[in-house]
């Protein structure tokens, strides 16, 4: 403990001494925030600020045809002629960003865009992890029946379990195993996608549970599910509701109320998951551009605020370690409270259970 | 503003993503591991119910044993007491009919010895009637030398002889 205490000290004071007051022309903290949260045609290269990992772009232009290309060729808003259609990411403007074709009369096409971005590498880097964290849980399992697993498959099993055992069983009692797939599969592809997004660097780094495009996806593919499933009893309760006949007769008061509760639920679960993963990056993001801000204060100055940020950056980090397996247990957790709403049979046989749930 | 208006590209991409994800754990993951934690579960309760059963019947094997063992010890109390009971009534018996044994020994004895008593009495009264005759004979001869008193003594048995008087 004495050690560790030393060691950070002078590593603290090295940092402070290392912190010289070099402060670009052209630094734009607004600029460096969106560009970190938002998507790219290239993969930033680690302590490299002018190359970057060239991805495919992949377009359709305007008369029908696709194309497909490095993004190394639009890097530093350059022009880039595939055959006779001239492509460009402007700097400004309604398409920012975004990969744009120029036609004759010098006027932007936005194009229908499926590149391989940033954050649909990321993407596909999840998923690969995913997979990679999962089978061996399901490898143990082929293999050795009911034992309990050790290590690394124990732990992601006994997160398996906690999801399944704790949430989804207790709360969709039958229908679990028929909805469990699909609701671990989110939670696990949420909480790979956060952890992924907290790693600053190559393969993680990618703000994708705070983009707003994935959890949407993610909500939408809940909304589809809960909806698609529902039985007759929800679907009474939504259109006919157990209310004082007023409050339903001739001017629907209950169905507007109900109806717009569906889409409401979805929407709530976007903004949710969106809002957390980004804020926690928006603040990691800003406590370092701190230290760059207050470099016109001289050294001491700098050195002060770099230890400080860096102490609350770490901090902010660790939290959203925290704040990862949260949002993607609430977002499963929640999934399957709607889901289960939305399984129930009617009055007779579940009342019990749906009173429990409304509570 | 860009961070709110999602990008059809990469709602696209999510979408298979997903789809392509889910159709792996789906078709090669979660069954397994559905299957495995509720066996390992359902193992559990088992093995937990059967640990209960098992100190349940320890529990009545136990009771059991000792209620046998109470039994068997009232039983070896039970013979001892007959046993014990028996032996003294044996030797009460056999103290009774060595009494009458001995009673009947000591009435045969008794007869007997009655039996020489008047035996003894009987020939001791004819010896002793014997010797008074011959004494009697002796004095009568020595009385009756003189013949007053011979008339005495005729006199004298008629007055006895007669009723009269």
């Known amino acids: ?359 | 503003m860009e961070l709110f208006t999602p990008d059809f590209g990469l709602v696209f991409w999510m979408f298979v993503c997903f789809a392509v994800l889910f159709f792996l754990l789906w078709k090669f993951a979660w069954p397994a591991i559905m299957k495995g934690v509720d066996s390992r579960a359902e193992l559990i309760d088992q093995g937990v119910l059967y640990a209960q059963q098992a100190k349940e019947q320890l529990d009545s094997a136990k009771l059991q044993a000792e209620k046998f063992e109470d039994e068997a010890r009232a039983r070896q109390a039970e013979i001892l007491r007959e046993a014990d009971r028996m032996k003294s009534q044996i030797i009460e018996e056999a103290r009774t009919e060595a009494a009458r044994e001995a009673k009947k020994e000591m009435d045969a004895a008794k007869v007997a010895i009655e039996q020489a008593r008047k035996e003894a009495q009987q020939s001791f009264r004819n010896e002793v009637s014997a010797f008074a005759l011959d004494i009697a004979q002796k004095v009568v001869r020595t009385e009756l030398a003189d013949p007053a008193a011979q008339a005495r003594l005729v006199d004298s048995i008629l007055d006895q002889m007669e009723p009269g008087k």
């Open chain 1, 1 to 359: 403990m004495k050690h560790l205490k030393a060691i950070t000290i002078l590593f603290l004071l090295l940092v402070s001494a290392l912190a010289v007051p070099a402060k670009a022309a052209d630094f734009d903290p607004k600029e460096i925030i969106f560009e970190h949260l938002g998507d790219g045609y290239g993969w930033e290269v680690p302590f490299d600020h002018h190359h970057r990992m060239p991805l495919p772009v992949i377009v359709c232009d305007q008369s029908g045809s696709w194309h497909c290309f490095s993004s190394a060729h639009l890097d530093h808003h350059a022009v880039y002629a595939d055959g006779d259609v001239t492509w460009h990411v402007p700097a400004e403007g309604d398409n920012k960003g975004k990969v744009v074709q120029i036609l004759a009369d010098g006027s932007e096409y936005r194009p229908i865009d499926l590149s391989i971005t940033k954050n649909v590498m990321a993407l596909f880097i999840t998923v690969l992890v995913v997979l990679a964290v999962c089978m061996p849980v399901a490898r143990w399992h082929k293999r050795h029946g009911f034992k309990a697993p050790r290590r690394f498959v124990g732990a992601v099993e006994s997160l398996i379990d906690f999801v399944y055992t704790g949430v989804i069983k207790p709360t969709l009692g039958q229908d679990a195993r028929r909805f469990a797939p699909f609701l671990l599969t989110i939670f696990m592809f949420i909480f790979i996608m956060n952890l992924m997004g907290l790693m600053v660097i190559f393969p993680g780094g990618a703000n994708l549970t705070g983009n707003i495009a994935v959890t949407m996806v993610l909500a939408l593919l809940t909304f589809f599910v809960t909806n698609l499933f529902g039985r007759k009893h929800y679907w009474k309760e939504i259109f006919w509701p157990d209310v004082p006949m007023w409050l339903k007769c001739p001017i629907p008061i209950m169905q507007v109320i109900e109806v717009f509760g569906v889409f409401t639920k979805p929407a709530s679960l976007t903004v949710r998951l969106f809002a957390n993963m980004m804020g926690g990056h928006m603040i990691v993001i800003v406590l370092t551009l701190i230290i760059f801000i207050l470099a016109d204060f001289g050294a001491a100055a700098l050195g002060a605020t770099t230890v400080v940020s860096l102490l609350f950056s770490i901090f902010m980090l660790v939290l959203d370690v925290l704040v990862s397996f949260i949002q993607a247990f609430v977002f499963t957790m929640l999934s399957t409270t709607f889901i289960a709403m939305a399984q129930e049979r009617g009055h007779d046989d579940h009342h019990s259970e749906s009173t429990t749930l409304a509570k």
